[in-house]
T-cell receptor
Framework: EDKVVQSPLSLVVHEGDTVTLNCSYE??????LLWYKQEKKAPTFLFML????IEKKSGRLSSILDKKELFSILNITATQTGDSAIYLC???????????FGKGTKLSVKP | NAGVTQTPKFQVLKTGQSMTLQCAQD?????MSWYRQDPGMGLRLIHY???????DQGEVPNGYNVSRSTTEDFPLRLLSAAPSQTSVYFC?????????????FGPGTRLTVT
């Protein structure tokens, strides 16, 4: 059975801290891994990772995929209160491109 | 270009009632899907469609029906609502396989079944 496991499930940090969110996956015919940020509405796309070892960066956020060990990490440096959200990881499976989501990591950044 | 739109935003139903959640996209995306999100859970796939006239079941299809008569629209029907279907429902679309683009999500419908 396909599954995506995220850890930790919740995390509280202070502004300026650096955080690492983890995502492990077992997905049939794995195609890629996606990261989303969800505030009080629909998820918004952050990264799509297809190849191992190639870091994707967007400002203070970065992510990398390890297809041998079947995991990905999302790093956020110099956190701000606006980073408070649920971060979702999803594996893209099979020929239809369906997404298998993890339960998410709830990040709270305190001033 | 409105992206993915969903109606209604909120809905309260009584047990046993039926209703249709509407979803439309104007990006000419082939792939459309419905998810539900419950507290402490990620998104779970209900049904999906890879093109007009083609639908298939996802992880949690029981109690829901879909159809895809046009590329733009992908309504989700609840046949006989149950309290277990209280959830937030998201519709999403993408260009689909083999072009692995990110999925675009609608704003969600918050459904309560009493």
């Amino acid at each position: 059975e396909d599954k995506v496991v995220q850890s930790p499930l919740s995390l509280v940090v202070h502004e300026g801290d650096t955080v690492t969110l983890n995502c492990s996956y077992e997905v049939t015919n794995f195609r890629s891994l996606l990261w989303y940020k969800q505030e009080k509405k629909a998820p918004t796309f952050l990264f799509m990772l297809t190849s191992s070892g190639i870091e994707k960066k967007s400002g203070r956020l970065s992510s990398i995929l390890d297809k041998k060990e079947l995991f990905s990490i999302l790093n956020i440096t110099a956190t701000q209160t606006g980073d408070s959200a649920i971060y979702l990881c999803a594996g893209v499976e099979g020929s239809q491109g369906n997404l298998i989501f993890g339960k998410g990591t709830k990040l709270s950044v305190k001033p | 270009n409105a992206g993915v739109t969903q109606t209604p935003k909120f809905q309260v139903l009584k047990t046993g009632q039926s209703m249709t959640l509407q979803c439309a996209q104007d990006m000419n995306h082939e792939y459309m899907s419905w998810y539900r999100q419950d507290p402490g859970m990620g998104l779970r796939l209900i049904h999906y469609s890879v093109g007009a006239g083609i639908t298939d079941q996802g992880e949690v299809p029981n109690g829901y029906n879909v159809s895809r008569s046009t590329t733009e629209d992908f309504p989700l029907r609840l046949l006989s609502a149950a309290p277990s279907q209280t959830s937030v429902y998201f519709c999403a679309s993408s260009l689909g396989s083999p072009r692995l683009h990110e999925q675009y999500f609608g704003p969600g419908t918050r459904l309560t079944v009493t």
